[in-house]
């Protein structure tokens, strides 16, 4: 029991074989006192209370609408939990909350145990972890380097394996930034997929929670647990969670140009980038090299910017009243605020916009982002010596990211040549995250890590799911809308995600068709045929009239054969649209035919 990872498949694994939930939680008070890190909870529940919620879960048996049964985790102390005291990190704002936030009430119906309410930079304003009245948590890899904040005991609880996963919250990146110094998972998802009903505001229309684990596959299993459109929060989205993506056989990914890197003098950080940047080749990517400027200066908003009023807007009454119970540094950077005005806003989201439309054309023009989650390491030290210059740092590539709406995953790489933990942050627009999660996993597998500090190797990649969900219509396509291909954004912008790359029955002919950019093919029932490579998509039912008026003649959808004799809908052409075009059957496929070209 000890040695027992607390990932997700192997507590499942152990409780299929005979342990309980109360085994479970005795170890997880085990550890947490031989961890001996007194910074890590604010409040830590009575084991009692625990065990009576481990005790009060439904057999093993009967727990199939229980995705997360016996699964214990931490709650970052700007989240609420029932009876139990929310500081946001500042006892004088303290208060008792009646009910659970709509996130951790799902969590819990879910079967999952709450242990206790974590550290944090109080009211989530920092990236170091450090800026806290309570004991500082201890860096789960190295007690030199800070634990990243500001959802530090969070990451720290699971890095440390003291339990399953953790809600932290994430606005400029304290759901990323300790996740990459603590060697773990770090999930943002799209602004709006989880509630934040019952959660402290920073900046409340970027906030959102974020979770902490060991795994890319556990962290979007808490996700789909969690997410659920809540008409209570303003903010909320009905964005659905599909099924882990595994990557598409081509996809392009946007990183920094050369020029943009900064690492601010950190050539080891520098050199596990590219590192990561040849593995993401490696595994079918087309890496695209984008101007940073205008992101970096999107980033500049947040705290140089407007929006640091929104801060303000927060804690109004502590600012004014009792200023001198807010933490020095967090006092300082939210005192910003006090010198914009209503006009200061309004400039603010007109340059946003400006920059937005700067940065459209290059986001169209790939699937994903890939960045640095961190740019350098930061140590306590540096922070004693320079309280806000770090912190900026550190929040060189996750600043953007919320003010651009887009989605996003912290995920370890291999480890740099110093032995420090490697890591990598892959963004895309809002409603790709499983897009970004299925490629983030098969990074993690491919890296040959460990999880967190615990010693156990990360797990192989999740398998592909089968196939389309039950709102969801599969899709065979063969041409200019396979993955990397000038047509595939008609699939992923309206949440196509790819499913798995097969051939038909070998009674087929495929043409190259007239006309364009984009060129097109067109695939043709014949009794002299052949079997045709293609990609099988799963597009959501609601999207499929806007897709299918993209489609023009002689194309359409109908009914494929593939080559294990399973029906599929797909893309055929009539007849009559291929008497002028080219023959390319014996290519075996588009793809295949474009590589000759």
């Known amino acids: 029991m000890p040695d027992l990872p607390f990932d997700l498949a192997s507590l499942r694994a152990a409780y299929a074989t005979g342990t309980t939930p109360v085994d479970v939680v005795e170890d997880v008070y085990r550890r947490i006192a031989a961890h001996a890190d007194p910074g890590v909870f604010i409040h830590l529940l009575p084991k009692e209370q625990a065990l009576a919620a481990a005790r009060a879960l439904p057999p093993f048996a009967d727990a199939a609408d229980m995705p997360l049964w016996g699964i214990p985790f931490a709650i970052k102390d700007n989240i609420d939990l029932a009876g139990v005291p929310t500081t946001a990190g500042c ?42 009245p309570y004991p500082i948590p201890r860096n789960a890899i190295d007690p030199a380097i800070v634990p990243g904040g500001s959802s530090s005991g969070s990451a720290v609880a699971v890095a440390a394996g003291l339990v399953g996963f953790a809600l932290g919250t994430d606005t400029a990146g304290s759901g990323r930034v300790p996740a990459a110094l603590n060697n773990i998972v770090g999930l943002k998802p799209s602004l709006g997929m989880l509630s934040c009903g019952g959660v402290v505001p920073a900046c409340r229309s970027l906030d959102t929670i974020s979770i902490f684990a060991l ?36 996809f392009r990914v ?18 596990s980038f590219a590192a990561s940047l040849t593995q993401l080749e490696a595994m079918g990517a087309d890496i695209v090299e984008l101007d940073f400027e205008p992101l970096y200066a999107v980033a500049e908003l947040l705290y140089d910017g407007p929006w640091v009023a929104e801060r303000y807007a927060a804690i109004e009454a502590m600012m004014r009243d009792r200023p001198e119970a807010v933490h020095p540094v967090t006092r300082q950077v939210i005192a910003k605020a006090e010198n914009y005005t209503a006009v200061d806003a309004f400039r603010g989201v007109y340059r946003l916009m400006e920059l937005k439309q700067r940065v459209a054309p290059a986001l169209a023009a790939v699937d994903l982002l890939c960045v640095p989650s961190i740019p350098t390491f ?18 060189t590539y996750t600043n953007f990211v919320n003010l651009l709406d887009l989605c996003g995953i912290a995920v370890p790489v291999a480890p740099r040549s110093d032995g420090r933990p490697g890591g990598v942050t892959l963004l895309a627009a809002a409603g790709q995250d499983h897009a970004v999660a299925g490629l983030a996993a098969a990074l993690h597998a491919s890296a040959g890590v460990t999880c967190g500090a615990t010693g156990h190797p990360a797990p192989a990649a999740p398998p592909a799911t089968a196939g389309a969900g039950p709102d969801e219509f599969a899709l065979a396509v063969v041409g200019a809308h396979m993955s990397g291909l ?33 060129h097109k093919p067109g695939l043709v029932r014949h009794d002299d045929g052949a079997a045709i490579e293609l990609e099988v998509w799963a597009l959501p039912e609601r999207a499929l009239g806007a897709f299918l008026r993209t489609v023009p003649a002689p194309l359409g959808i109908g009914t494929l054969t593939l080559e294990d004799g399973s029906p599929v809908k797909g893309f055929l052409c009539e007849a009559i649209g291929v008497r002028e075009a080219a023959d390319i059957t014996v290519h075996g496929g588009w793809r295949s035919f474009l590589a000759a070209r």
């Open 91 to 132: 006892p004088a704002y303290a208060y008792t909350p009646e009910a659970d936030a709509h996130c951790v009430a799902r969590l819990r119906r879910a079967g999952a145990i709450a242990i206790g309410k974590t550290n944090l930079d109080q009211f989530a304003t920092g990236l170091v972890g450090v800026r806290s």
């Open 215 to 250: 795994t890319v596959a556990d962290a979007h299993a808490v996700l789909a647990a969690a997410a659920a459109f809540d008409p209570a929060d303003a903010y909320s989205r009905p964005l659905p969670v599909r099924p882990l993506s595994p990557p598409p056989p081509a």
């Open 254 to 271: 946007g990183v920094p140009d050369p020029a943009g890197r900064r690492f601010f003098g950190d050539t080891v950080q520098a050199a």
């Open 378 to 395: 930061v140590t306590r030290a540096d922070l004693e010596a320079d309280p806000l210059g770090p912190n900026t740092r550190l929040g």
């Open 486 to 518: 000038p047509l595939n954004g008609d699939l992923t912008r309206l949440g196509g995600r790819f499913l798995r790359r097969t051939r038909t029955a070998p009674c087929y002919r495929l043409y190259a068709l007239p006309g364009g950019p984009p």
